[in-house]
Protein backbone atom coordinates (compact mmCIF):
# COMPACT_ATOMS: atom_id res chain seq x y z
CA UNK A 1 0.00 0.00 0.00
CA UNK A 2 1.08 3.53 -0.47
CA UNK A 3 1.26 6.02 1.51
CA UNK A 4 0.90 9.06 -1.19
CA UNK A 5 -0.34 8.33 -4.02
CA UNK A 6 2.60 10.50 -5.42
CA UNK A 7 4.85 7.74 -3.81
CA UNK A 8 6.95 4.73 -6.51
CA UNK A 9 6.12 1.13 -6.37
CA UNK A 10 8.06 -1.06 -4.89
CA UNK A 11 6.24 -4.30 -5.73
CA UNK A 12 3.52 -4.27 -8.08
CA UNK A 13 0.08 -6.62 -8.17
CA UNK A 14 0.63 -9.38 -11.38
CA UNK A 15 -2.04 -9.23 -13.31
CA UNK A 16 -3.99 -12.67 -14.85
CA UNK A 17 -1.27 -14.42 -17.24
CA UNK A 18 1.73 -12.30 -16.76
CA UNK A 19 5.07 -15.03 -17.04
CA UNK A 20 7.41 -13.05 -14.86
CA UNK A 21 5.50 -12.97 -11.01
CA UNK A 22 6.58 -14.38 -7.94
CA UNK A 23 4.72 -14.64 -4.44
CA UNK A 24 5.11 -12.08 -1.86
CA UNK A 25 3.30 -11.80 1.75
CA UNK A 26 1.32 -8.86 -0.41
CA UNK A 27 -0.12 -11.42 -2.83
CA UNK A 28 1.45 -12.92 -6.61
CA UNK A 29 3.43 -9.93 -8.11
CA UNK A 30 6.64 -8.56 -9.33
CA UNK A 31 9.15 -5.85 -8.37
CA UNK A 32 8.74 -2.25 -9.40
CA UNK A 33 11.53 -0.58 -12.23
CA UNK A 34 13.44 1.43 -9.12
CA UNK A 35 14.21 -1.35 -6.89
CA UNK A 36 14.88 -4.24 -9.40
CA UNK A 37 18.09 -1.59 -10.42
CA UNK A 38 18.81 -1.08 -6.73
CA UNK A 39 18.62 -4.76 -6.24
CA UNK A 40 21.24 -5.42 -8.70
CA UNK A 41 23.68 -2.91 -8.06
CA UNK A 42 23.57 -4.12 -4.62
CA UNK A 43 24.28 -7.86 -5.75
CA UNK A 44 26.77 -7.22 -8.69
CA UNK A 45 28.48 -3.67 -7.94
CA UNK A 46 28.13 -3.43 -3.60
CA UNK A 47 26.66 -1.25 -1.74
CA UNK A 48 28.45 2.20 -2.95
CA UNK A 49 28.56 2.63 -6.73
CA UNK A 50 31.71 4.86 -8.30
CA UNK A 51 29.77 5.77 -11.67
CA UNK A 52 26.42 5.48 -12.52
CA UNK A 53 25.20 6.18 -16.32
CA UNK A 54 21.94 6.92 -17.79
CA UNK A 55 20.02 9.45 -20.23
CA UNK A 56 18.73 12.76 -18.65
CA UNK A 57 14.84 11.60 -19.05
CA UNK A 58 16.29 8.89 -15.92
CA UNK A 59 16.73 11.77 -13.77
CA UNK A 60 13.27 11.79 -12.44
CA UNK A 61 11.95 9.38 -11.21
CA UNK A 62 13.94 6.65 -12.08
CA UNK A 63 17.56 7.77 -10.81
CA UNK A 64 15.91 10.13 -7.71
CA UNK A 65 13.83 6.90 -6.48
CA UNK A 66 16.84 4.70 -6.69
CA UNK A 67 19.15 6.70 -4.19
CA UNK A 68 16.10 6.86 -2.08
CA UNK A 69 15.39 3.50 -1.68
CA UNK A 70 19.27 2.47 -1.56
CA UNK A 71 20.13 4.77 0.66
CA UNK A 72 17.67 4.41 3.38
CA UNK A 73 18.29 0.51 2.68
CA UNK A 74 21.79 0.53 3.26
CA UNK A 75 22.27 3.83 5.30
CA UNK A 76 24.67 5.28 3.10
CA UNK A 77 25.48 7.03 -0.16
CA UNK A 78 24.23 4.88 -3.11
CA UNK A 79 26.87 6.53 -6.06
CA UNK A 80 29.67 8.71 -5.97
CA UNK A 81 29.23 10.26 -9.34
CA UNK A 82 26.10 10.58 -11.75
CA UNK A 83 26.67 11.13 -15.44
CA UNK A 84 23.16 11.89 -17.26
CA UNK A 85 23.93 12.15 -21.29
CA UNK A 86 21.90 14.21 -23.30
CA UNK A 87 19.76 13.42 -25.88
CA UNK A 88 20.92 12.39 -29.27
CA UNK A 89 19.34 14.32 -32.18
CA UNK A 90 18.48 12.96 -35.37
CA UNK A 91 18.42 16.17 -38.40
CA UNK A 92 17.17 18.25 -35.35
CA UNK A 93 14.58 15.63 -34.01
CA UNK A 94 14.99 13.46 -31.65
CA UNK A 95 15.22 9.84 -32.61
CA UNK A 96 11.96 7.74 -32.14
CA UNK A 97 10.50 5.02 -34.26
CA UNK A 98 7.32 7.13 -34.63
CA UNK A 99 9.58 9.93 -36.38
CA UNK A 100 11.23 7.48 -38.94
CA UNK A 101 14.51 8.62 -38.17
CA UNK A 102 16.21 5.32 -36.07
CA UNK A 103 19.64 4.26 -37.77
CA UNK A 104 21.44 1.58 -36.08
CA UNK A 105 25.26 0.70 -36.32
CA UNK A 106 24.29 -1.58 -38.81
CA UNK A 107 22.80 0.99 -41.24
CA UNK A 108 26.72 3.05 -40.69
CA UNK A 109 28.16 -0.22 -41.80
CA UNK A 110 26.29 -0.74 -44.89
CA UNK A 111 26.57 3.24 -45.97
CA UNK A 112 30.45 2.14 -45.76
CA UNK A 113 31.25 3.71 -42.64
CA UNK A 114 33.53 2.49 -39.61
CA UNK A 115 31.76 1.98 -36.38
CA UNK A 116 34.20 4.08 -34.77
CA UNK A 117 33.58 6.73 -36.65
CA UNK A 118 30.25 7.43 -35.07
CA UNK A 119 32.66 7.04 -31.92
CA UNK A 120 34.79 9.74 -32.96
CA UNK A 121 31.39 12.03 -33.46
CA UNK A 122 30.24 11.35 -30.59
CA UNK A 123 33.58 12.81 -28.87
CA UNK A 124 32.98 15.92 -30.64
CA UNK A 125 30.65 16.82 -28.25
CA UNK A 126 30.19 16.99 -24.26
CA UNK A 127 28.25 13.92 -22.95
CA UNK A 128 25.99 16.28 -21.50
CA UNK A 129 25.32 18.33 -24.42
CA UNK A 130 22.58 17.44 -27.25
CA UNK A 131 24.77 15.88 -30.24
CA UNK A 132 22.86 16.14 -33.72
CA UNK A 133 23.13 13.10 -35.59
CA UNK A 134 23.47 14.00 -39.60
CA UNK A 135 25.11 11.74 -42.18
CA UNK A 136 26.96 14.96 -42.99
CA UNK A 137 28.62 15.28 -39.85
CA UNK A 138 29.36 11.56 -39.57
CA UNK A 139 31.29 12.22 -42.98
CA UNK A 140 33.28 15.13 -41.51
CA UNK A 141 33.90 12.60 -38.56
CA UNK A 142 35.26 9.93 -40.99
CA UNK A 143 37.16 12.26 -42.65
CA UNK A 144 38.55 13.61 -39.50
CA UNK A 145 39.62 10.12 -38.02
CA UNK A 146 41.17 8.72 -40.88
CA UNK A 147 43.42 12.21 -41.03
CA UNK A 148 44.22 11.72 -37.25
CA UNK A 149 45.39 8.15 -38.39
CA UNK A 150 47.01 9.44 -41.45
CA UNK A 151 48.78 12.33 -39.59
CA UNK A 152 49.95 9.56 -37.04
CA UNK A 153 51.03 6.85 -39.83
CA UNK A 154 53.37 9.78 -41.29
CA UNK A 155 55.40 10.51 -37.76
CA UNK A 156 59.24 9.52 -38.51
CA UNK A 157 61.68 9.89 -35.86
CA UNK A 158 62.79 13.57 -36.17
CA UNK A 159 62.20 15.03 -32.90
CA UNK A 160 62.37 18.02 -31.06
CA UNK A 161 64.77 18.86 -28.35
CA UNK A 162 62.47 18.79 -25.21
CA UNK A 163 60.71 15.86 -27.04
CA UNK A 164 60.07 13.74 -24.13
CA UNK A 165 59.21 17.37 -22.17
CA UNK A 166 56.60 18.19 -24.94
CA UNK A 167 54.90 14.46 -24.74
CA UNK A 168 54.57 14.76 -20.81
CA UNK A 169 52.86 18.25 -21.42
CA UNK A 170 50.40 16.91 -23.94
CA UNK A 171 50.17 13.66 -21.50
CA UNK A 172 49.32 15.89 -18.46
CA UNK A 173 46.90 18.38 -20.92
CA UNK A 174 45.34 15.09 -22.12
CA UNK A 175 44.42 13.57 -18.80
CA UNK A 176 43.37 17.04 -17.01
CA UNK A 177 40.49 17.07 -19.89
CA UNK A 178 39.57 13.67 -19.68
CA UNK A 179 39.24 14.37 -15.84
CA UNK A 180 37.74 17.75 -16.10
CA UNK A 181 33.43 15.86 -16.00
CA UNK A 182 35.25 14.02 -18.85
CA UNK A 183 35.85 16.85 -21.71
CA UNK A 184 36.05 14.40 -24.64
CA UNK A 185 36.55 17.21 -27.09
CA UNK A 186 39.10 19.16 -25.25
CA UNK A 187 40.98 15.39 -24.64
CA UNK A 188 40.13 14.59 -28.64
CA UNK A 189 41.79 18.45 -29.45
CA UNK A 190 45.15 17.58 -27.02
CA UNK A 191 45.58 14.06 -29.44
CA UNK A 192 45.55 16.12 -33.02
CA UNK A 193 47.92 18.15 -31.17
CA UNK A 194 50.25 14.95 -30.11
CA UNK A 195 49.44 13.65 -33.78
CA UNK A 196 50.82 16.90 -35.43
CA UNK A 197 54.13 18.19 -32.71
CA UNK A 198 57.50 17.24 -33.72
CA UNK A 199 58.29 14.94 -31.13
CA UNK A 200 59.58 10.97 -32.21
CA UNK A 201 57.98 8.71 -34.30
CA UNK A 202 58.42 6.20 -31.31
CA UNK A 203 57.36 8.44 -28.52
CA UNK A 204 54.19 9.64 -30.37
CA UNK A 205 52.88 5.95 -30.98
CA UNK A 206 53.22 5.27 -27.11
CA UNK A 207 51.81 8.38 -26.25
CA UNK A 208 48.57 8.35 -28.16
CA UNK A 209 48.35 4.72 -27.30
CA UNK A 210 47.95 5.86 -23.88
CA UNK A 211 45.46 8.29 -25.44
CA UNK A 212 43.40 5.19 -26.85
CA UNK A 213 43.27 3.86 -23.88
CA UNK A 214 40.12 6.30 -23.05
CA UNK A 215 39.31 7.39 -26.94
CA UNK A 216 38.83 3.71 -27.94
CA UNK A 217 39.49 4.65 -31.66
CA UNK A 218 42.16 2.65 -32.48
CA UNK A 219 44.66 5.24 -33.59
CA UNK A 220 48.21 2.78 -33.47
CA UNK A 221 45.97 0.13 -35.29
CA UNK A 222 47.68 -1.19 -38.21
CA UNK A 223 46.49 0.34 -41.46
CA UNK A 224 44.40 -2.51 -43.56
CA UNK A 225 45.87 -3.38 -46.38
CA UNK A 226 43.93 -3.16 -49.83
CA UNK A 227 44.51 -5.14 -52.74
CA UNK A 228 45.41 -2.57 -55.67
CA UNK A 229 45.67 -3.72 -59.61
CA UNK A 230 49.28 -3.65 -60.77
CA UNK A 231 47.54 -1.21 -63.21
CA UNK A 232 47.30 1.14 -60.97
CA UNK A 233 50.57 0.86 -59.49
CA UNK A 234 52.06 1.21 -62.29
CA UNK A 235 50.20 4.80 -62.90
CA UNK A 236 50.80 6.11 -59.78
CA UNK A 237 54.93 5.20 -59.97
CA UNK A 238 54.72 7.38 -63.65
CA UNK A 239 53.16 10.09 -61.67
CA UNK A 240 55.66 10.07 -59.06
CA UNK A 241 58.37 10.48 -61.53
CA UNK A 242 56.92 13.18 -62.88
CA UNK A 243 56.18 14.88 -59.56
CA UNK A 244 59.96 14.27 -59.17
CA UNK A 245 60.99 15.87 -62.44
CA UNK A 246 58.37 18.81 -61.39
CA UNK A 247 56.40 18.05 -64.69
CA UNK A 248 53.14 18.75 -62.58
CA UNK A 249 50.86 19.70 -65.36
CA UNK A 250 51.51 16.05 -66.39
CA UNK A 251 51.36 14.25 -63.13
CA UNK A 252 48.00 16.25 -62.51
CA UNK A 253 45.48 14.85 -64.95
CA UNK A 254 46.87 10.95 -63.91
CA UNK A 255 45.65 11.67 -60.30
CA UNK A 256 42.13 12.76 -61.77
CA UNK A 257 42.36 9.77 -63.69
CA UNK A 258 42.63 7.82 -60.88
CA UNK A 259 40.13 9.30 -58.55
CA UNK A 260 37.64 9.16 -61.21
CA UNK A 261 38.51 5.65 -61.28
CA UNK A 262 37.63 5.01 -58.03
CA UNK A 263 40.70 5.65 -55.80
CA UNK A 264 41.96 8.05 -53.43
CA UNK A 265 44.92 9.54 -54.27
CA UNK A 266 47.27 11.05 -51.30
CA UNK A 267 51.17 12.80 -51.03
CA UNK A 268 52.53 12.35 -48.12
CA UNK A 269 56.62 12.41 -46.78
CA UNK A 270 56.84 8.63 -47.37
CA UNK A 271 55.38 9.01 -50.66
CA UNK A 272 52.10 8.07 -52.74
CA UNK A 273 49.41 6.67 -50.87
CA UNK A 274 46.58 4.93 -53.14
CA UNK A 275 43.52 2.96 -51.71
CA UNK A 276 39.79 1.83 -53.21
CA UNK A 277 37.85 4.93 -52.39
CA UNK A 278 35.79 3.94 -49.37
CA UNK A 279 32.23 3.42 -50.12
CA UNK A 280 31.05 5.93 -47.70
CA UNK A 281 32.81 8.83 -50.13
CA UNK A 282 29.73 7.66 -52.48
CA UNK A 283 26.76 9.64 -50.68
CA UNK A 284 29.36 12.64 -50.44
CA UNK A 285 27.88 14.91 -52.90
CA UNK A 286 24.10 13.92 -51.38
CA UNK A 287 21.98 16.17 -49.76
CA UNK A 288 21.92 16.06 -45.40
CA UNK A 289 19.54 18.12 -44.54
CA UNK A 290 17.31 21.03 -46.81
CA UNK A 291 19.75 23.84 -45.52
CA UNK A 292 22.10 22.07 -47.63
CA UNK A 293 20.81 24.25 -50.61
CA UNK A 294 20.88 28.17 -50.92
CA UNK A 295 17.59 29.86 -50.60
CA UNK A 296 16.77 31.54 -53.45
CA UNK A 297 13.17 32.47 -52.25
CA UNK A 298 14.25 36.05 -51.26
CA UNK A 299 14.71 37.00 -54.77
CA UNK A 300 13.34 37.81 -57.80
CA UNK A 301 11.71 35.33 -59.94
CA UNK A 302 13.39 34.38 -62.90
CA UNK A 303 10.73 32.54 -64.07
CA UNK A 304 7.28 32.27 -64.61
CA UNK A 305 6.66 28.68 -63.00
CA UNK A 306 8.64 26.06 -61.04
CA UNK A 307 7.65 22.65 -60.12
CA UNK A 308 8.66 20.51 -57.72
CA UNK A 309 8.95 16.77 -57.40
CA UNK A 310 10.12 14.82 -54.67
CA UNK A 311 10.44 11.00 -54.23
CA UNK A 312 11.51 8.42 -52.01
CA UNK A 313 10.33 5.26 -53.62
CA UNK A 314 8.83 3.98 -56.65
CA UNK A 315 11.00 4.62 -59.89
CA UNK A 316 8.35 4.28 -62.36
CA UNK A 317 5.94 6.43 -60.86
CA UNK A 318 8.62 9.41 -60.24
CA UNK A 319 9.15 9.11 -64.28
CA UNK A 320 5.89 9.06 -65.14
CA UNK A 321 5.25 11.64 -63.17
CA UNK A 322 7.95 13.55 -64.33
CA UNK A 323 7.66 13.02 -67.70
CA UNK A 324 3.98 14.09 -68.08
CA UNK A 325 4.90 17.54 -66.53
CA UNK A 326 7.85 17.56 -69.04
CA UNK A 327 5.09 17.08 -71.67
CA UNK A 328 2.57 19.88 -70.71
CA UNK A 329 5.76 22.63 -69.13
CA UNK A 330 4.81 25.68 -70.41
CA UNK A 331 8.06 28.01 -72.20
CA UNK A 332 8.84 29.94 -68.85
CA UNK A 333 8.79 27.23 -66.10
CA UNK A 334 11.19 24.68 -64.83
CA UNK A 335 11.36 20.90 -63.12
CA UNK A 336 13.20 20.63 -60.01
CA UNK A 337 13.23 16.84 -59.42
CA UNK A 338 14.92 15.81 -55.20
CA UNK A 339 15.66 12.33 -54.71
CA UNK A 340 14.51 11.64 -51.55
CA UNK A 341 17.13 9.41 -50.10
CA UNK A 342 15.75 6.06 -52.84
CA UNK A 343 15.49 2.87 -51.45
CA UNK A 344 16.29 1.55 -55.16
CA UNK A 345 18.09 2.44 -58.43
CA UNK A 346 16.71 5.29 -59.29
CA UNK A 347 19.67 7.80 -59.29
CA UNK A 348 21.13 6.95 -63.07
CA UNK A 349 17.50 7.83 -64.39
CA UNK A 350 16.79 11.29 -62.63
CA UNK A 351 20.08 12.52 -63.33
CA UNK A 352 19.38 11.31 -66.85
CA UNK A 353 16.08 12.97 -66.96
CA UNK A 354 18.12 16.56 -65.47
CA UNK A 355 20.29 15.82 -68.34
CA UNK A 356 17.89 15.92 -70.81
CA UNK A 357 14.87 17.86 -69.81
CA UNK A 358 14.98 21.41 -71.00
CA UNK A 359 15.39 23.42 -67.93
CA UNK A 360 15.59 20.18 -65.32
CA UNK A 361 17.56 20.01 -61.89
CA UNK A 362 18.42 17.20 -59.88
CA UNK A 363 19.26 16.96 -56.25
CA UNK A 364 20.03 13.58 -54.17
CA UNK A 365 19.26 13.46 -50.57
CA UNK A 366 22.13 11.26 -48.79
CA UNK A 367 19.02 9.59 -47.00
CA UNK A 368 15.04 9.91 -46.46
CA UNK A 369 15.68 13.61 -45.13
CA UNK A 370 11.44 13.59 -44.26
CA UNK A 371 8.57 14.48 -46.83
CA UNK A 372 8.72 18.18 -45.83
CA UNK A 373 11.95 18.63 -45.93
CA UNK A 374 12.77 17.08 -49.22
CA UNK A 375 10.10 19.45 -50.87
CA UNK A 376 11.66 22.44 -49.09
CA UNK A 377 14.53 21.23 -50.92
CA UNK A 378 12.71 21.92 -54.10
CA UNK A 379 11.33 25.28 -52.79
CA UNK A 380 14.75 26.96 -51.73
CA UNK A 381 15.66 26.44 -55.00
CA UNK A 382 12.28 27.43 -56.86
CA UNK A 383 13.77 30.51 -59.46
CA UNK A 384 9.45 30.66 -60.55
CA UNK A 385 6.67 33.21 -59.66
CA UNK A 386 4.29 30.39 -59.00
CA UNK A 387 5.88 27.27 -56.88
CA UNK A 388 3.63 24.01 -57.95
CA UNK A 389 4.39 20.83 -55.62
CA UNK A 390 3.28 17.91 -57.35
CA UNK A 391 3.59 14.54 -56.00
CA UNK A 392 4.11 11.37 -57.80
CA UNK A 393 1.17 9.72 -57.96
CA UNK A 394 0.12 12.18 -60.12
CA UNK A 395 0.12 12.14 -63.88
CA UNK A 396 -0.84 15.31 -65.96
CA UNK A 397 -2.95 14.98 -69.02
CA UNK A 398 -2.73 18.55 -70.47
CA UNK A 399 -1.57 21.36 -69.40
CA UNK A 400 -2.60 22.26 -65.50
CA UNK A 401 0.19 24.64 -64.59
CA UNK A 402 -1.22 27.65 -66.84
CA UNK A 403 -4.54 27.45 -65.12
CA UNK A 404 -3.09 27.63 -61.67
CA UNK A 405 -0.72 30.31 -62.63
CA UNK A 406 -3.68 32.31 -63.57
CA UNK A 407 -5.58 31.75 -60.65
CA UNK A 408 -2.84 32.40 -58.37
CA UNK A 409 -2.87 36.24 -60.16
CA UNK A 410 -6.04 36.84 -57.74
CA UNK A 411 -3.65 38.25 -54.99
CA UNK A 412 -6.75 37.35 -52.83
CA UNK A 413 -6.29 33.71 -53.20
CA UNK A 414 -3.05 32.21 -51.42
CA UNK A 415 -2.86 28.42 -52.03
CA UNK A 416 -4.87 26.54 -54.97
CA UNK A 417 -4.91 23.03 -56.32
CA UNK A 418 -6.84 20.22 -57.70
CA UNK A 419 -8.09 18.50 -54.93
CA UNK A 420 -9.14 20.08 -51.35
CA UNK A 421 -10.92 19.69 -48.41
CA UNK A 422 -13.43 21.04 -45.82
CA UNK A 423 -14.01 20.76 -42.23
CA UNK A 424 -16.86 21.76 -39.88
CA UNK A 425 -14.86 21.40 -36.67
CA UNK A 426 -10.86 21.06 -37.39
CA UNK A 427 -11.54 17.26 -36.49
CA UNK A 428 -12.84 15.83 -39.57
CA UNK A 429 -12.72 16.32 -43.01
CA UNK A 430 -14.46 15.74 -46.34
CA UNK A 431 -13.46 15.83 -49.83
CA UNK A 432 -14.32 18.77 -51.59
CA UNK A 433 -16.62 18.01 -55.03
CA UNK A 434 -16.71 21.16 -56.48
CA UNK A 435 -14.32 23.93 -57.66
CA UNK A 436 -14.17 26.69 -55.19
CA UNK A 437 -13.03 27.54 -51.40
CA UNK A 438 -11.82 24.83 -49.67
CA UNK A 439 -10.38 24.80 -45.97
CA UNK A 440 -6.80 23.06 -47.03
CA UNK A 441 -5.77 22.19 -50.63
CA UNK A 442 -4.32 18.68 -50.55
CA UNK A 443 -0.69 17.70 -51.18
CA UNK A 444 -1.12 15.60 -54.60
CA UNK A 445 -0.81 19.37 -56.03
CA UNK A 446 -0.27 22.47 -54.45
CA UNK A 447 0.26 25.59 -56.19
CA UNK A 448 1.41 28.82 -54.25
CA UNK A 449 3.04 32.29 -54.98
CA UNK A 450 6.64 33.21 -54.22
CA UNK A 451 5.88 35.68 -51.88
CA UNK A 452 3.31 33.60 -50.11
CA UNK A 453 6.24 31.13 -49.04
CA UNK A 454 7.51 34.92 -47.67
CA UNK A 455 5.06 35.38 -45.69
CA UNK A 456 3.56 31.89 -44.64
CA UNK A 457 7.44 30.09 -44.43
CA UNK A 458 8.92 27.44 -45.71
CA UNK A 459 7.33 23.65 -45.00
CA UNK A 460 7.31 22.29 -41.30
CA UNK A 461 10.02 19.93 -40.98
CA UNK A 462 8.74 18.17 -38.37
CA UNK A 463 6.47 16.76 -40.64
CA UNK A 464 8.13 13.67 -42.06
CA UNK A 465 5.51 11.63 -42.76
CA UNK A 466 3.52 13.19 -45.48
CA UNK A 467 0.19 13.07 -44.48
CA UNK A 468 -1.74 16.24 -42.85
CA UNK A 469 1.55 18.12 -43.83
CA UNK A 470 -1.33 19.98 -46.54
CA UNK A 471 -3.37 20.76 -44.18
CA UNK A 472 -0.35 22.95 -42.26
CA UNK A 473 0.44 24.12 -44.95
CA UNK A 474 -2.97 25.55 -46.01
CA UNK A 475 -3.62 26.94 -42.68
CA UNK A 476 -0.13 28.56 -42.29
CA UNK A 477 -1.06 30.40 -45.61
CA UNK A 478 -5.03 31.04 -44.92
CA UNK A 479 -3.58 32.38 -41.49
CA UNK A 480 -1.81 35.10 -43.62
CA UNK A 481 -5.34 36.28 -44.84
CA UNK A 482 -4.92 34.19 -48.31
CA UNK A 483 -8.12 31.99 -49.62
CA UNK A 484 -7.65 28.23 -50.22
CA UNK A 485 -8.95 27.35 -53.86
CA UNK A 486 -9.44 24.10 -56.04
CA UNK A 487 -9.79 23.68 -59.56
CA UNK A 488 -11.75 20.21 -60.34
CA UNK A 489 -11.33 20.15 -64.10
CA UNK A 490 -7.24 20.62 -64.19
CA UNK A 491 -6.28 17.73 -66.54
CA UNK A 492 -4.98 15.67 -63.74
CA UNK A 493 -5.13 12.21 -62.85
CA UNK A 494 -4.76 10.85 -59.48
CA UNK A 495 -3.26 6.87 -59.36
CA UNK A 496 -2.58 4.88 -56.13
CA UNK A 497 -0.01 6.56 -53.54
CA UNK A 498 3.39 4.77 -52.96
CA UNK A 499 3.79 6.22 -49.96
CA UNK A 500 0.37 4.86 -48.35
CA UNK A 501 0.91 1.51 -49.96
CA UNK A 502 4.45 1.11 -49.03
CA UNK A 503 3.83 1.55 -45.75
CA UNK A 504 2.48 -1.23 -43.21
CA UNK A 505 -1.01 -0.18 -42.23
CA UNK A 506 0.17 -0.20 -38.38
CA UNK A 507 2.81 2.20 -38.83
CA UNK A 508 1.04 4.34 -41.48
CA UNK A 509 -1.85 4.96 -39.15
CA UNK A 510 0.40 5.81 -36.06
CA UNK A 511 2.33 7.93 -38.13
CA UNK A 512 -0.89 9.73 -39.50
CA UNK A 513 -2.09 10.13 -36.04
CA UNK A 514 0.77 11.43 -34.85
CA UNK A 515 1.12 14.30 -37.53
CA UNK A 516 -2.77 14.74 -37.16
CA UNK A 517 -1.77 15.72 -33.25
CA UNK A 518 0.56 18.02 -34.48
CA UNK A 519 -1.43 19.84 -36.91
CA UNK A 520 -4.37 19.98 -33.83
CA UNK A 521 -1.54 21.51 -31.44
CA UNK A 522 -1.10 24.35 -34.04
CA UNK A 523 -4.55 25.04 -35.57
CA UNK A 524 -6.92 23.08 -33.37
CA UNK A 525 -8.56 25.96 -31.46
CA UNK A 526 -8.53 28.39 -34.84
CA UNK A 527 -11.79 28.14 -36.07
CA UNK A 528 -11.69 31.32 -37.42
CA UNK A 529 -10.17 29.41 -40.25
CA UNK A 530 -13.07 27.39 -40.33
CA UNK A 531 -15.25 28.07 -43.96
CA UNK A 532 -18.00 26.69 -42.46
CA UNK A 533 -17.72 28.89 -39.13
CA UNK A 534 -17.68 32.06 -41.23
Same mark, same amino acid.
Not at 363 to 380: I, K, P, Q, W, Y
Given at each position: ???????? &??????? %?????????????????????????????? /????????? /?????????????????????????????????????????????? +?????????????????????????????????????????????????????????? =? !??????????????????????? +???? &?????????? @???? #????????????????????????? %???????????????????????????????????????? *?? =???? =?????????????????????????????????????????? /? @?????? @????? *???????????????????? @?? !??????? !??????????????????? #?????????????????????????? &???????????????????? #?? %??????????????? +????????????????????????????????????? !?????????????? %?????????????????????????????????????? *??????? #??
Amino acid at each position: MKRDQRDF &ALWKAAE %TGRTLAWPSPWGKGFPGWHIECSAMAAAFL /GREIDFHTG /GVDNIFPHHEDEIAQSEAAFAQRHVRYWMHGQHLLVDGLKMAKSTG +NVYTLSDIERRGFEPLAFRYLCAQAHYRARLNFTWSALRSAQRGLDRLRGALSESDRR =T !SRNGKAEAERLRAAFWQAAADDL +NLPR &ATAVAWRAAL @CDIS #GELKQELIADFDRLLGLQLTAPATE %TEVPESVRERVAERQTLRRRKRYREADPIRAELIEAGYEV *RD =TRAG =TQVRPQPAWRRHEAGLSSSEDVESLIAREPELEISVGIVARR /G @CPQLMR @CLESV *RRFLPERAEIIVVDNGFDDD @CR !SEIDEFG !SKAPRARAFHADHFLGTAA #GRNVSLRQARGRVLVLIDTSVEMTGD &ALTPLARTLDDHTIGIAGRW #GV %TTGDLRSFEEAIESG +NVDAVEGYIMAFRRDVVREAGLLDEKYRFYRHLDLDF !SFAVRNRGYRAVID %TNLPLIKHEHVDWNATPPQERDALSKRNFYRFLRKWGK *RSDLVLA #GR
